[in-house]
């Protein structure tokens, strides 16, 4: 689905939510869609800038994260204790690698991890309707490095 596509699905979602259009929420919308890495506020505020030449303040980014996150059209992941990163979530991945030296994301793509998910909360009488798996240790790289100190 190439943005144009997405874009009208969004509004149209927004809409029956009761928000508005706005040139901010296109430009964030855009910017993580063509994005390919999380990436927190911070890092959306000064590519906006970069890419789009568009100003756009740091809680005016919040608010249409937490807006956008609110709609489940945006994945999240807590990677320090006060900083979140974010992503367009179309692919609806649920399960991470998070290196805790570089803040490095990999995304697994596993059936079993899910099975897995899903065979536990069964056995639990348990109805699950969604679930997100971050597992938190050291990339390859960060690990090599630990090793030469």
């Given at each position: 689905?190439?943005?144009?596509?997405?874009?009208?699905?969004?509004?149209a979602l927004l809409n029956q939510f009761?928000?508005?259009?706005?040139?901010?929420?296109?430009?964030?919308?855009?910017?993580?869609?063509?994005?390919?890495?999380?990436?927190?506020?911070?890092?959306?505020q000064l590519l906006l800038k970069?890419?789009?030449?568009?100003?756009?303040?740091?809680?005016?980014?919040?608010?249409?994260?937490?807006?956008?996150?609110?709609?489940?059209?945006?994945?999240?992941?807590?990677?320090?204790?006060?900083?979140?990163?974010?992503?367009?979530?179309?692919?609806?991945?649920?399960?991470?690698?998070?290196?805790?030296?570089?803040?490095?994301?990999?995304?697994?793509?596993?059936?079993?991890?899910?099975?897995?998910?899903?065979?536990?909360?069964?056995?639990?009488?348990?109805?699950?309707?969604?679930?997100?798996?971050?597992?938190?240790?050291?990339?390859?790289?960060?690990?090599?490095?630990?090793?030469?100190?």
């Open positions: 689905m190439d943005f144009s596509s997405y874009f009208l699905h969004v509004k009761g928000y508005k259009n706005s040139m901010k929420r296109f430009y964030i919308l855009k910017l993580l869609y063509e994005t390919k890495d999380f990436l927190d506020a911070d890092e959306i970069k890419i789009y030449n568009e100003k756009i303040s740091l809680s005016s980014v919040y608010k249409e994260l937490n807006i956008l996150r609110n709609l489940n059209l945006l994945s999240t992941l807590q990677i320090e204790e006060q900083k979140q990163k974010y992503k367009i979530d179309t692919t609806f991945k649920k399960e991470y690698l998070i290196c805790l030296k570089c803040n490095k994301v990999i995304e697994l793509d596993s059936n079993s991890l899910r099975q897995s998910a899903k065979q536990v909360s069964s056995s639990k009488g348990f109805e699950l309707l969604d679930y997100k798996l971050s597992l938190y240790g050291y990339c390859e790289d960060c690990s090599k490095e630990c090793e030469d100190e």
